[in-house]
T-cell receptor, first 119, second 113 residues
Framework: GAVVSQHPSWVICKSGTSVKIECRSL??????MFWYRQFPKQSLMLMAT?????????EQGVEKDKFLINHASLTLSTLTVTSAHPEDSSFYIC???????????????FGPGTRLTVL | AQSVTQLDSHVSVSEGTPVLLRCNYS??????LFWYVQHPNKGLQLLLK??????LVKGINGFEAEFKKSETSFHLTKPSAHMSDAAEYFC???????????FGSGTQLTVLP
């Protein structure tokens, strides 16, 4: 149980285009999902907290107009990188917070990540 | 405020020998503590967690960790390392009303044949 998927697993795009990354909780409903960014050899950096049915909460320094987050349902959150540039190239990881009774409200289950390369 | 410090950025052990990955934490509240493992180009997999129940926590793949409040530590151990244990390990903390996760900087474990 508590499986989180991401699609696509990797994507290459041209500079100036937009890319959408999907995060799905496969066997549980997640009212809260998180989006992280990870640079090589570094820890994860929280970008934003995505709440179903409301606006995402962005961390300081993260451009909300560049990284659009939509949490349209209890099992799906999307991250859209708009007008991507080479400096946006990174490994993006989402997580979904488990509901009570399935592992505790503190436990986050992570997706496998999406490798974005912007040419 | 909360923080975690992973004391070693790299740990190298021989196959079959014990593993010790160190994590110290700081929190104004009673924390929940986690260890996750990340293999190259993969997401994070939960190894184990402490949430104010038993202080000695057993996880998957033979790993365990002990919560020591007096030492503010939550070190990860395994009696005998396996080649497949080679990966990046992250210690995480969640505490306070926001329950937001804070990541440690990670420890790269290398297992030598």
């Amino acid at each position: 149980g508590a499986v989180v998927s991401q699609h696509p697993s990797w994507v290459i795009c041209k500079s100036g285009t937009s890319v959408k990354i999907e995060c799905r909780s496969l066997d549980f409903q997640a009212t809260t999902m998180f989006w992280y960014r990870q640079f090589p050899k570094q820890s994860l950096m929280l970008m934003a907290t995505s709440n179903e049915g409301s606006k995402a909460t962005y961390e300081q320094g993260v451009e909300k107009d560049k990284f659009l987050i939509n949490h349209a349902s209890l099992t799906l959150s999307t991250l859209t990188v708009t007008s991507a540039h080479p400096e946006d190239s990174s490994f993006y990881i989402c997580s979904a917070q488990s509901p009570p009774g399935t592992g505790g409200v503190d436990t986050q289950y992570f997706g496998p990540g999406t490798r974005l390369t912007v040419l | 405020a909360q923080s975690v410090t992973q004391l070693d950025s790299h740990v190298s052990v021989s196959e079959g020998t014990p593993v010790l990955l160190r994590c110290n934490y700081s929190s104004s509240y009673s924390p929940s503590l986690f260890w996750y493992v990340q293999h190259p180009n993969k997401g994070l997999q939960l190894l184990l967690k402490y949430t104010s129940a038993a202080t000695l926590v057993k996880g998957i793949n033979g790993f365990e960790a002990e919560f020591k409040k007096s030492e503010t530590s939550f070190h990860l151990t395994k009696p005998s390392a396996h080649m497949s244990d080679a990966a990046e390990y992250f210690c995480l903390i969640s505490s306070g009303s926001a329950r937001q996760l804070t990541f440690g900087s990670g420890t790269q474990l290398t297992v030598l044949p």
